[in-house]
């Protein structure tokens, strides 16, 4: 069955730091790939994706993931981070049942 | 592109009482639409799937008859929680997908809906 994994409930960054989230999926065949972003008390923004193609991808709000299919992962990434980005944030994949399968979230603590 | 919008944002109703919460698409026509159910700091959990006029599929576990789902336009689809207890307070958020939003592949959210039962 398909799966997504965020091994990290929770991170503490510095703001300025880089942030690398982590996100691993199993799915038999090509995966369709997303990250979201929820703040407190919202819905999910989309902040990429990935169907196919170039592995290294671009998002809103300066986040980039790749994906790397020897490592069956999909981590997302930023290079410097803004107290703004403080958020729960939910890696999923679309199954074959044209469902939505989500990690568990890792919740981003920004601290000044 | 691609907004979906929720109404209410929030709603506190009493113990046995029926809530109606509505997702609309704004400007695209979602032939699928999304309920969700999410705990505190929790994963969202797929309620139920809902094509435009037809019945909706629910996941394990889910009671339809307490949870009822109308898909009856492409913009609106409405879930409505009948005789509502203090178990049933969640977030709940809806999410639709369509040709216009990037294709059947990508969802996209609204702000949810609050629900607390008294």
């Known amino acids: 069955a398909q799966s997504v994994t965020q091994p990290d409930i929770h991170i503490t960054v510095s703001e300025g730091a880089s942030l690398e989230l982590r996100c691993n999926y199993s799915?038999?065949?090509?995966?369709?790939l997303f990250w979201y972003v929820q703040s407190p008390g919202q819905g999910l923004q989309l902040l990429l994706k990935?169907?196919?193609?170039?592995?290294l991808v671009q998002g809103i709000k300066g986040f980039e993931a790749e994906f790397k299919r020897s490592q069956s992962s999909f981590n997302l990434r930023k290079p410097s981070v803004h107290w703004s980005d403080a958020a729960e944030y939910f890696c999923?994949?679309?199954?074959?049942?044209?469902?939505?399968?989500f990690g568990q979230g890792t919740e981003l603590s920004v601290k000044p | 592109g691609a907004v979906v919008s929720q109404h209410p944002s929030r709603v506190i109703c009493k113990s046995g009482t029926s809530v109606k919460i509505e997702c609309r698409s704004l400007?695209?026509?979602?032939?699928?639409m999304f309920w969700y159910r999410q705990f505190p700091k929790q994963s969202l959990m797929l309620m139920a799937t809902?094509?435009?006029?037809?019945?909706?599929?629910?996941e394990q576990g889910v009671e339809k008859d307490k949870f009822l789902i109308n898909h009856a336009s492409l913009t609106l689809s409405t879930l409505t929680v009948t005789s509502a207890h203090p178990e049933d307070s969640s977030f709940y958020i809806c999410?639709?997908?369509?040709?216009?939003?990037?294709?059947?592949?990508?969802?996209?959210f609204g702000p949810g809906t609050r629900l607390t039962v008294t």
């Open positions: 999410s639709a997908s369509g040709e216009s939003s990037g294709g059947s592949y990508e969802q996209y």
């Open positions: 799915y038999g065949a090509t995966p369709y």
């Open positions: 990935y169907f196919s193609g170039d592995t």
């Open positions: 999923a994949v679309y199954n074959q049942g044209g469902k939505l399968i």
């Open positions: 400007d695209f026509q979602a032939t699928t």
């Open positions: 809902s094509n435009e006029g037809s019945k909706a599929t629910y």
